[in-house]
């Protein structure tokens, strides 16, 4: 009888804890239900598949900074458009200042720096093509949702994919491939770079794959421009095919010897004509089909000539019009002001002053380069009658500007002093700012278009030329096609290859400023003549709107390779840290 | 079973337990006499018999006392400096001595032991040592008061001014931000902060140090635990105290910036440091030493004129104790107001700006009684607090940053147009956010309430009792915003040939009217429930003391995935022969929501033994030798502080991609951080070995050395997985660090008649070591981590400052930004001509805690009159000193102390110690560096005390006893490296202060 208490104050202190409140064991120690979702919740839906899907889209690449950190911050707030000849950055702090002006960029800046040019793995192109892969492994769960569809989403999966391998592979090389979405217990010895030429082949596979279950076209462009078609996916194996024909890794020589040379990474081994008919074989499908359903061209809106100028804003810039094969999307602008760190990058921090060697580039409006004695160019009045994309590129002094004209001369409104950091080379760019002016832009996405029409055009034109050994009349054609449409006329006939080779190159540059496209010409044509450039400025002095002014040319600040050239700054370099875990990343030649 | 059944069955359980027994006894009187180790009587101590707690007497003045009681019961003896001791009477004369190592002392989960026959390692602090301390946060009371407890001083006003406090250093390390190293706190027994107590109303703190300690508390220990306890009534009769203090407190040390001048001169010389022309004409430097335009070229200084010298504090303290027949009570009330350094803070109708903390603290703790065997403990404290503050955005620090910051030179306070000065550069006038922008008043609310049953069950079982209780804590804050903006004028010379001959006034911004906020930024509440069972077992000479216990906890903090549960259960085997041989087995297996379902438990076991050799029969008789005690323990212990919701991938919602022509876009999912997998606890495997000691009745000295090693540490993966997974990487539970040390404690005390004294010193060493952190590839060895300690300092070794171009073409290129003459040049560890991130190495000591901490006290009294002194130091540490205006000027707009003074320029290339002054970015001279390492050492006078007692014929005569007057001046001085600001706070805060108190403390 005396055991009585203890029983009680045993089932006290079972009740205590007992009850629900405090359960004893793991109930109590299990978590509240929460809102976490997992990954099965979202394959078992299929708004939230797609949903997924357009996560992955958002790690697409785009030019421009929007954000000020982590995340679509290239380059430290610059531009990758600032190391070619077109435009030069003033930025203390932005990528081409401090890393590849100075000459400081080696393969330890790659471990930590967000300021070079395109970084491993913080342009999250690992990042899409693991989101890419989650999607194609487990899509096949979600019960409410056609295979018809969930095989498009695949195909726009592997575009996603495709595309950062591409820009992997012009920034690299050869890549490391992956096969599925590896979890960390995986080994990764087994994935060794691929070859350049099978790392194109296998982009390409990409495209083809995707081509078969992928729209010719969206119906819908108010609701779903942007998402991939069939055109997206000829236009980017075109880009690539013609990447890998060009004559950096498609040459006699590697054009810098090392290992990754001799293993094939960053060099096909040896020349092959046939890789540039296979690029112009690409061009042109994409071309013939474009041209049969009329789907696709030049946009062109059939406005008066004096309207060429905005007809060209326009192609570059709106949407669903049929000139964008691949349209990337990201930040865009509200009424509240201006959403991206672009607009202030570019415009007082100074990373994107055009350089008058650009200016310089544009022909006059018809068609005949400045140099021509006949092209009645004026170095008084330099600015007259030039090609209509200069003044949609560039931001002229005495062009229109905000409701007045722009004051570029020094002392004006657009540049108070000779040593700021705005307009320091005598321009600021106008393309993708428009006219700086938050009202008229306001509720416009600002989208990146990847790959233009006009590019299609271009890069037939230049593979048929380099295959054929000079330019056919399709060549010709192909390439007025893109003159024409902003006024200048045809090229002039019977160029020689090289010559037309350049005069596709010039085009390319007039039309692409800005669209990550000159670099990547630059380096495939391994044109160190131009890296070694010195590249030129503008003074414009007078006292007002009125001038009269006068011009005075000068020397921007020489870049490190200028001087100490070297062809390794064709390729980038991966990050010693990554390359140190020995799982078959061998560094790009010269950076070893 | 819904809650409230669970109440009702708590109640019905409560009620059983009250039902009680008459005994049956033959009572007789016992007599004797209580005298200490010298064979002085000891006055009013408690005597009690156990088997009939009813009975209390107290000893007289001749330590004599007669009880009531029945041969083979228990007779207990407790002394105010609760020494207590047992004896099972038999003889009817009874002469009992009680000596120090008779104290009791917490050893955790509100248990005590005698601390003659402690088998771990436990160091313990004093009420009337604390006391000496004026302080708000009754943590700033601790340093150098317990050997093996580190208390590092932080910056801030005094509702903020928490020290880090670290347990016999620390062995882990965090991610990021993520603090894993916190030690556990708690009070009577339940996890509380200690800031929400007054000094007054703490009995005692003591740390628990090693695994003997430490594993009851399972996946809470490994970092260490304190155990405040609060007071309970002593005593006969009703006694109160009353206690008032008065202190003056000013800023410790704030930094010396440069005058307009000064400042205008600097600017100038990196103007032409940085390659381009000074930026101030020789006539517009004269205008700015001379004063003549002070609106155009102003020179302010801004911490004189935004701070007064001094502020106060005022603390009162009322309590009441008393330990009657069948209730032991312990009250107090506790009032504190702080009026802070700001200057001009009466500028505006109706309102002050003044930084101002007010506090009352409230506590009643009751024992009682409710029958034979039944005693009922409540405890129930709170307190609520008030402050006040300028409505900066963030907290009172945004006021200092802005002293600190804006320079002498950048625009007057007013300008003649009575308009707040400023420019587009320094948009911040530091007066305007003194006494322009309005007030926020922040409030906290506390309530803390635990209620124990304790049930002997001696009647069942001989020696058995059980415990139940429950703990309920709940913190309410909340901020109430009076704000508004002020407008502000530029004022901008424009000079022809040097000579001003206009002004342009620009104003900005606009004068609103206060407009009212009001949020609840923080509350937090914590429910335990706790019961156990305890057994005493005693045969022959052997003693076995047994407990079981189980605990369940939860904590709710705001914001999801906040709550944390623990659930626990432990016991203890505590073995003693002879009272010269003791054994502890102790274990804990406990149990956390934090971890996923098969790694959220653990078992956590720890052995001890004590040997007191001054019980052995050769040792007994020694003159020299009056306590010697031999200690050893060996054990795990853990700790589940991890970064909650990482075991699994959590797949976020958010970041789409926008189609089509409109904006809106498509919502988007991704993947999370990788699950970490598997993911656990940190196990901590404690070893220690210890001497206690004391000397010729005069000298103790206790010394323990330890040994750790901690495994299961979360670490990053990067360095082990290919960074081409493409999503966040998972962490992974397998870094590992060992820590070890030792401590020594040496106490002199001696009194002779009238004079007392006692000197002493602590001394606490602690290293670790890295030993598995999953390291990124180093190609260097020198650039391990791996094989250092904790927050090892790294950096790139100075060795002078570039003197012209050719000494630049001349050495390993700089790699981080492009170098100038008197730019830091660097030594180029691997020798590859390049210097870069691969030419780091290891620079002195942690930055994060000290190996050595130690201390110093020494105290005299002369009749009534006495003086104590603490000093306080620490030394191996590294600090990193990177606070822009006072380390690093001008850069990013900021200001230029004194600090700056020896800054390289051409002319003074020999004797420069720091680079020369630039405005730009310039990466490789402010990074981690020799330069800006600097020795964090330093040795404090923390408190001065001159006191006089009044002679006990005046006081009587007023009908008082025991009335003390002092003075106490805390945190005078230091010696240290740093000197223009106190090293322990080197950021833009909130000064730390030293403060002069004049009290006095009244018994009735």
């Known amino acids: ?592 | 079973m819904k809650n409230k059944n669970s109440i009702k069955y708590l109640f019905l359980w409560f009620l059983l337990l009250l039902v009680s027994y008459p005994g049956l006894a033959q009572q007789r009187m016992f007599s004797g006499t209580i005298t200490d180790k010298n064979g002085n009587p000891v006055a009013d101590a408690l005597v009690t018999v156990k088997e009939r707690p009813s009975t209390k007497v107290f000893t007289d003045n001749e330590g004599r006392f007669n009880i009531l009681g029945e041969p083979g019961e228990l007779l207990t003896v407790t002394t105010n400096d609760n020494l207590h001791k047992s004896l099972v009477l038999e003889a009817e004369q009874i002469a009992l001595t009680i000596e120090n190592s008779d104290e009791l002392i917490p050893v955790g989960h509100r248990l005590e032991q005698h601390k003659g026959e402690i088998t771990s390692a436990i160091g313990v602090v004093r009420a009337d040592e604390l006391s000496k301390s004026s302080v708000y946060n009754p943590a700033n009371a601790l340093y150098g008061k317990i050997p093996g407890l580190t208390v590092l001083q932080n910056g801030g006003t005094s509702w903020n001014n928490a020290p880090d406090l670290y347990i016999r250093g620390v062995e882990t390390f965090g991610i990021g931000d993520f603090v894993n190293t916190n030690i556990l706190v708690l009070v009577d027994g339940f996890e509380r902060p200690i800031s929400s107590l007054s000094l007054a109303e703490i009995e005692n703190v003591a740390i628990l140090k090693d695994a003997a300690a430490l594993a009851m508390y399972g996946l809470r220990g490994a970092n260490g635990v304190m155990l405040v306890t609060t007071k309970k009534g002593n005593g006969q009769g009703l006694s109160v105290n009353a206690g008032y203090e008065h202190g003056i407190t000013q800023a410790f040390r704030i930094p010396e910036f440069l005058d307009a001048y000064g400042y205008a001169s600097a600017l100038n010389q990196a103007y032409v440091n940085d390659g381009g022309n000074p930026y101030y004409s020789a006539q517009e430097l004269s205008r700015f030493q001379s004063g003549t335009s002070p609106f155009l070229y102003p020179n302010i200084n801004w911490l004189d004129e935004g701070l007064r010298d001094f502020g106060s504090t005022d603390q009162l303290h009322i309590s009441f104790q008393e330990q009657a027949s069948s209730v032991r009570y312990f009250g107090l009330m506790n009032f504190y107001n702080e009026e802070g350094l700001l200057g001009p803070v009466n500028e505006n109708e109706g309102y002050t700006t003044q930084i101002n903390n007010f506090k009352i603290n409230l506590r009643t703790n009751f024992q009682i009684d409710l029958t034979r065997t039944t005693r009922l403990t409540a405890n129930i404290a709170g307190n609520i607090g008030q402050g006040n503050r300028p409505s900066t955005p963030n907290d009172e620090n945004d006021v200092f940053e802005a002293l600190y910051s804006t320079t002498s030179a950048a625009f007057p306070i007013k300008t003649y147009n009575d308009e707040w000065g400023g420019t587009t550069t320094f948009p911040d006038n530091p007066m305007a956010m003194i006494s322009g922008i309005g007030y926020s008043v922040r409030g906290q609310n506390e309530l803390m309430v635990d209620l124990l049953v304790e049930q002997s069950l001696d009647d069942l079982v001989k020696g058995l009792s059980a415990e139940a209780g429950i703990s309920f804590d709940n913190s309410y804050n909340f901020l109430d915003v009076k704000n508004r903006q002020y407008q502000y004028q530029e004022l901008t010379p424009i000079l022809e040939s040097g000579v001003i001959i206009d002004t342009v006034e620009t104003i900005y911004g606009t004068n609103t009217a206060l407009e009212f906020s009001t949020e609840v930024p923080y509350q937090w509440r914590r429910f335990s429930a706790v019961g156990n069972l305890k057994h005493v077992k005693t045969w022959g000479d052997n003693q076995l003391n047994s407990i079981l216990l189980l605990q369940s906890e939860q904590l709710v903090l705001t914001g999801q995935h906040n709550t944390y549960r623990h659930l626990l259960a432990a016991g203890n085997f505590h073995y003693s022969k002879a009272g010269k041989y003791f054994a502890d087995l102790s274990w804990s297996y406990n149990g956390t929501n934090l971890l996923p379902k098969g790694s959220r438990a653990g078992f956590f076991p720890a052995v001890s033994v004590a040997w007191k050799l001054s019980e052995e029969d050769w040792l007994s008789g020694s003159s020299m030798v009056d306590y010697l005690k031999l200690r050893a323990s060996f054990g795990m212990t853990g700790n589940d502080q991890v970064i909650q919701n990482i075991s699994a991938s959590p797949w976020i919602s958010g970041s789409g991609y926008r189609y089509g022509s409109n904006n809106s876009g498509a919502g988007g999912y991704t993947e999370g951080r990788l699950a970490s997998s598997p993911l656990t606890y940190e196990t901590s495997y404690k070893s220690n070995i210890g001497i206690d000691a004391n000397l010729f009745g005069m000298l103790d000295i206790n010394l323990d050395a330890f040994y750790n090693k901690r495994e299961g540490i979360l670490v990053q993966t990067q360095g082990s997985i290919a960074g081409v997974m493409g999503v966040e990487l998972p962490y992974a539970s397998s870094g590992s660090v060992k820590n070890m040390g030792a401590e020594l404690g040496l106490n002199l005390y001696d009194n002779t008649g009238d004079l007392t004294y006692h000197l002493g010193g602590y001394l606490s060493y602690a290293k670790n070591e890295i030993l598995d952190m999953l390291e990124v590839y180093r190609p260097y060895d020198y650039l391990k981590r791996t094989g250092q300690s904790v927050h090892q300092a790294f950096g790139l070794e100075a060795i002078g400052f570039f003197s012209n171009e050719s000494d630049i073409s001349n050495s390993p290129e700089h790699s981080f930004s492009i170098v100038r003459p008197g730019d830091i040049k660097y030594k180029d560890q691997n020798n590859d001509d390049v210097i870069n991130d691969f030419d780091e190495v290891p620079i002195g000591y942690s930055t994060q805690n000290p190996e050595l901490y130690f201390s110093g006290s020494v105290g005299i009294a002369y009749k009534g009159l006495g003086v104590e002194a603490l000093v306080q130091g620490i030394a191996n540490m590294t600090m990193y000193l990177n606070t822009p205006s006072i380390f690093w000027p001008l850069r990013g707009n900021n200001n230029i102390s004194s600090f700056s003074n020896d800054a390289w320029t051409p002319s003074t290339a020999s004797t420069a110690t720091l680079p020369g002054l630039t405005l730009r970015e310039n990466a490789n001279n402010f990074r981690p560096n020799t330069v800006w390492y600097a020795d964090a050492s330093y040795l404090k006078l923390r408190s001065v005390e001159l006191y006089y007692k009044l002679p006990n014929q005046l006081i009587s005569r007023l009908g008082l006893n025991e009335t003390t007057l002092y003075v106490r001046g805390m945190n005078l001085l230091s010696f240290d490296e740093i000197e223009i600001i106190d090293p322990e706070a080197i950021g833009l805060v909130y000064p730390t202060l030293m403060t002069f108190n004049i009290g006095i403390k009244i018994g009735f």
């Open chain 1, 1 to 592: 009888m005396k055991y009585y208490k203890i029983i009680f104050f045993a089932i006290g202190l079972l009740l205590t804890f007992g009850c629900e409140k405090f359960p004893v064991g793991n109930a109590f120690l299990e978590k509240a239900p929460g809102v976490d979702v997992t990954k099965d919740s979202i394959f078992l839906k299929a708004e939230y598949t797609e949903r997924f899907l357009w996560g992955a889209y958002q790690t697409l690449p785009y030019n421009v900074n929007t954000a000020n950190n982590g995340w679509k911050n290239k380059m430290s707030h610059d531009l990758l458009e600032s190391l070619t000849d077109l435009t030069h950055s003033y930025l203390s702090w932005g990528g081409p200042t401090t890393l590849y002006y100075s000459g400081l960029y080696n393969s330890a800046t790659e471990n930590s720096s967000s300021a070079t040019k395109y970084h491993l793995t913080q342009e999250h192109s690992y990042d899409g093509i693991r989101r890419a892969y989650i999607l194609i492994e487990n899509i096949h769960m979600t019960p409410d949702m056609d295979a018809a569809y969930k095989n498009q989403l695949k195909a726009e999966a592997r575009m996603i994919q495709a595309i950062h391998y591409t820009e992997l592979f012009r920034h690299y090389g050869g890549v490391l491939w992956l096969s599925n979405s590896f979890s960390p217990e995986d080994d990764f010895s087994n994935i060794p770079r691929l070859t350049a030429q099978a790392t194109c082949d296998s982009i390409v596979a990409l495209c083809n794959k995707a081509m078969v279950d992928l729209p010719w076209k969206i119906d819908n462009l108010p609701e779903w421009d942007g998402r991939f078609t069939k055109a997206s996916a000829m236009a980017l194996k075109a880009r690539v095919m013609l990447f890998n024909a060009s004559p950096l890794f498609n040459a006699s020589a590697p054009f810098l010897d090392g290992e990754a040379s001799q293993q094939n990474l960053t060099w096909h081994g040896g020349y092959d004509a046939n890789l540039w008919k296979d690029a112009a074989d690409a061009a042109e499908a994409l071309i013939t089909q474009a041209e049969s359903t009329g789907d696709y061209g030049l946009f062109d809106n059939n406005i008066a000539a004096d309207g060429l100028r905005k007809n060209w804003h326009d192609a570059y810039y709106d949407r669903g019009t049929g000139e964008t094969l691949i349209s990337i999307r990201d930040m865009f602008r509200t009424a509240s002001g201006w959403d991206y760190t672009f607009y202030w990058s570019s415009f007082g921090w100074g990373s994107t002053n055009p350089t008058h060697t650009y200016v310089n580039m544009f022909p006059m409006a018809s068609g005949l380069p400045i140099t021509d004695p006949a092209s009645g160019y004026d170095p008084d009045n330099p600015f007259a009658n030039r090609d209509p994309r200069l003044y949609e590129t560039i931001i002229l002094n005495g062009d229109y500007y905000r409701g007045r004209v722009a004051e570029l001369w020094i002392g004006g409104r657009e540049r108070r002093n000779e040593g700021g950091t705005q307009a320091r080379s005598g321009y600021i760019i106008r393309k993708f700012q428009c006219d700086r002016d938050g009202n008229s832009a306001n509720g416009t996405i600002t989208h990146f278009p990847y790959i233009r029409m006009p590019e299609i055009y271009l890069t037939y034109a230049e593979a048929i030329n380099e295959f054929d050994g000079g330019p056919t009349a399709e060549a010709y054609r192909c390439v007025n096609i893109v003159r024409n449409r902003v006024g200048l006329g045809d090229l002039p006939a019977g160029l020689s290859q090289a010559e037309f080779r350049e005069a596709v190159l010039l085009e390319r540059a007039l039309e692409f400023c800005m669209e990550e496209v000159r670099w990547f010409d630059l380096i495939r044509w391994k044109r160190e003549d131009i890296f070694k450039q010195t590249l030129l400025g503008m003074n414009i002095w007078g006292d007002s709107n009125a001038g009269p002014f006068t011009y005075e040319v000068w020397d921007l600040p020489k870049r490190f390779w200028v001087d100490n050239w070297s062809p390794k700054w064709y390729l980038s370099a991966f990050p010693v840290n990554e390359v140190n875990k020995r799982y078959g990343l061998v560094q790009n030649p010269g950076w070893e």
